[in-house]
């Protein structure tokens, strides 16, 4: 897998007093010694973590745990004190480091654009002229500007409002120009510094089910900061929980929810809904070659079924006390003609199924589901299973 965003041993002091605050911090001196001795502020430490192209990393804690700083870090808007970071620019990894002004600023023009908490909306300028600002400064013309506007703009359902200044927009359309503002450069790498955290909770979650509609479409590389844990359960591929500068977790969803590293981050998800974060992959019994007989069947005993496979595939299931088992492909949508209790039917989903989704299922028919990877049978969820996810 390609990186897009590497960081590397990555350190950032704010202050004048660099070395002896390096110093200090190499000899294991917290962020409150270091301020006393040299008023130079610790905001990252020791960060080493690698975000891959097409990807969400969420980096998330609480006020002041250093993740503003750490993204900010991507496009030189703040200076490392020590450390490598490369990024992705076509075939190139530049590092920010100690690239030059030239190759920093061509970077920001056409490899990372940024979207802020705040919108940062010029109150003079129409939608349309917002969100081209940046393709403007880069001296493309009017009527190619203007094509460009119009497709980032319908891209967030905002064409019918591109002539339209940011104090007839509502928060939730003002930060959709904030998104198209940074879509309309083509950069692949996005910077989302809290964008969604000033608005209404139905607004946040409405903006957060678009982007995941647009990364469908775009597959941008997303470095997404937050504070709130089921938002970045949500988004992120992969979430790092920073603390006092440091890095102390980072992993998939799955394995914070279900393998937090130390108490601080098991205090965030103490209280985290499941149901929203887990999918089957992490809860299900999996089915290894030794569990088939000769026949290639595979005995689920405690609810009485039994699936035939062919080379990794499914091609039936069978209950005791019903009989042959209707196989049904799970494709995101129950079917209308499936609402209530059908126990001869049995649903074959992608492992990567949510939980919600399986409990979905689960309410229709009392057969375990049937987990797949790429077409060959990677596990099943039974009753034991769900009960184990929810405890």
Request: aromatic fraction near 4%; glycine fraction near 8%.
């Amino acid at each position: 897998m390609t990186n897009a965003v590497e960081f590397e041993n990555i350190d950032v002091i704010f202050g004048n007093r660099q070395a002896e605050s390096l110093r200090l911090l190499d000899q294991g001196r917290t962020r409150e010694q270091i301020a006393d001795a040299t008023n130079n502020v610790l905001g990252v430490a020791n960060v080493s973590i690698d975000v891959p192209e097409g990807e969400i990393c969420v980096l998330m804690g609480l006020s002041g745990s250093g993740k503003s700083s750490l993204l900010r870090c991507v496009n030189g808007l703040n200076s490392v004190s020590r450390g490598s970071l490369r990024v992705r620019a076509g075939n190139d990894m530049i590092d920010v480091t100690t690239c030059d002004s030239t190759t920093l600023r061509n970077l920001r023009r056409k490899n990372v654009a940024m979207v802020f908490q705040q919108f940062g909306l010029f109150p003079w300028r129409t939608v349309e002229d917002n969100v081209g600002f940046g393709l403007e400064l880069d001296g493309m013309g009017p009527a190619e500007r203007r094509d460009v506007v119009r497709e980032k703009l319908a891209l967030v359902g905002l064409d019918q409002w591109a002539h339209k200044y940011a104090h007839e927009l509502s928060g939730g359309m003002q930060q959709r120009v904030g998104l198209a503002r940074a879509f309309a450069t083509d950069a692949p790498i996005l910077l989302m510094d809290e964008p969604f955290s000033a608005l209404d909770p139905l607004i946040r979650n409405r903006l957060q089910d678009e982007l995941l509609n647009l990364q469908e479409k775009l597959n941008k590389t997303i470095l997404f900061v937050s504070h709130d844990l089921d938002e970045a359960m949500k988004l992120g591929n992969s979430i790092a929980i920073m603390e006092g500068g440091y890095v102390v977790q980072h992993g998939t969803p799955e394995d914070i929810a279900l393998r937090p590293a130390n108490g601080y981050v098991a205090d965030f998800v103490a209280h985290m809904n499941p149901v929203n974060i887990l999918r089957g992959r992490a809860i299900m019994h999996r089915v290894t070659k030794d569990q088939r007989n000769s026949s290639g069947i595979i005995a689920i005993e405690d609810e009485g079924m039994r699936i035939t496979v062919d080379n990794g595939t499914v091609q039936a299931a069978h209950n005791a006390e019903i009989g042959d088992l209707k196989l049904i492909a799970y494709d995101g949508t129950l079917s209308a003609d499936l609402d209530g209790t059908d126990n001869s039917v049995v649903f074959v989903a992608q492992d990567d199924v949510l939980l919600k989704d399986l409990i979905d299922m689960r309410s229709i028919t009392q057969n375990p589901v049937i987990l797949t990877r790429e077409g060959k049978i990677s596990g099943t969820l039974g009753r034991k299973e769900f009960f184990d996810s929810l405890t």
